[in-house]
């Protein structure tokens, strides 16, 4: 087992809420480092499985968010479990989210995946990124819809899609927020139920509900390393609990990932 260290907080201070598509998830900012609050079930957990799922992939290391489990504790004693990770952000930036960008130009994703197949709506996002902050995220996007269809991450909505915007113009930003993954909403996946039944109840966004539409859109060249994924799997198979039964299916259906 791993040790999960103890975050300390105040009531007030840096303390906020992010937006999920299921509702709001309370956070603090403590100097350098985000930390965020389980809310609908095992996120923190699911976040750090991410993670060091992500980490054993080619993915490369400018696009990688390293999150860890922590209790969070207030001054008052009152804890949460939940995740922390550090602020990517430099000094001077800000994260723009691809659905400001869209609303700035006026432009609708309704009307963007209107008569269109899921990779002709992907190819036409990534024309206007190209075209409004001259970013080519061509192969961002190759990478991204294969690892949520694995991760069966439901809450890419388009604030979960950002840039980085600084004094020398956008750059990419890293792969974040995975805590809706790997069925860890207990609520709509209670843990009694079947894997299979659960699996197939999970919607996929922004451009289809389905996942491997999603993860087909684009050609990728996205790969895991199959060897150190398992041994990961195996080393913590008993605090990953659901998400370990999960991975492997996974795997199964998504052999063509994998080296």
């Given amino acids: 087992m791993i040790s999960i260290p103890v975050m300390q907080v105040t ?4 303390k906020s809420f992010v937006s999920t598509s299921k509702g709001d998830q309370l956070k603090w900012r403590t100097e350098n480092q985000w930390a965020k609050v389980n809310k609908f079930g095992y996120e923190g957990l699911a976040e750090w499985a991410a993670y060091e799922i992500i980490k ?9 968010v390293p999150y860890s489990r922590c209790l969070i504790r207030e001054a008052d004693g009152t804890e949460y479990r939940g995740c922390y990770s550090e602020d990517f952000l430099q000094p001077d930036e800000s994260l723009i989210s691809l659905h400001r960008l869209l609303e700035s130009y006026g432009i609708s994703i309704d009307a963007v ?7 002709d709506a992907v190819l036409s996002i990534i024309e206007f990124l190209r075209t409004a902050i001259r970013l ?7 990478m991204m819809l294969p690892l949520d269809a694995f991760l069966l991450n439901e809450d ?3 604030n979960n899609i950002a840039f980085i915007h600084g004094p ?10 995975h805590g809706l993954s790997l069925l860890s909403d207990t609520t709509d996946y209670p843990l009694s139920m079947p894997i299979d039944v659960a699996m197939r109840r999970v919607k996929a ?11 087909r859109a684009l050609e990728t060249n996205l790969r895991f390393d199959r060897s150190s994924v398992l041994q990961f799997i195996e080393e913590h198979e008993e605090e990953l609990g659901r998400i370990a039964k999960v991975l492997k299916l ?4 998504y052999e063509y990932l994998f080296v």
């Fill in 11 to 14: 009531r007030d201070e840096g």
């Fill in 56 to 64: 054993r992939s080619n993915i490369p290391p400018q696009f990688i």
């Fill in 113 to 119: 995946l209107r008569n269109q197949s899921t990779r």
């Fill in 136 to 142: 080519d995220t061509l192969e961002y996007f190759s």
């Fill in 156 to 158: 890419r909505h388009l």
């Fill in 168 to 177: 020398g113009g956008y750059r990419l930003c890293p792969y974040f927020d």
């Fill in 205 to 215: 966004k922004p451009f289809s509900k389905d996942f491997s539409k999603q993860a």
């Fill in 250 to 253: 996974q795997m199964r259906k």
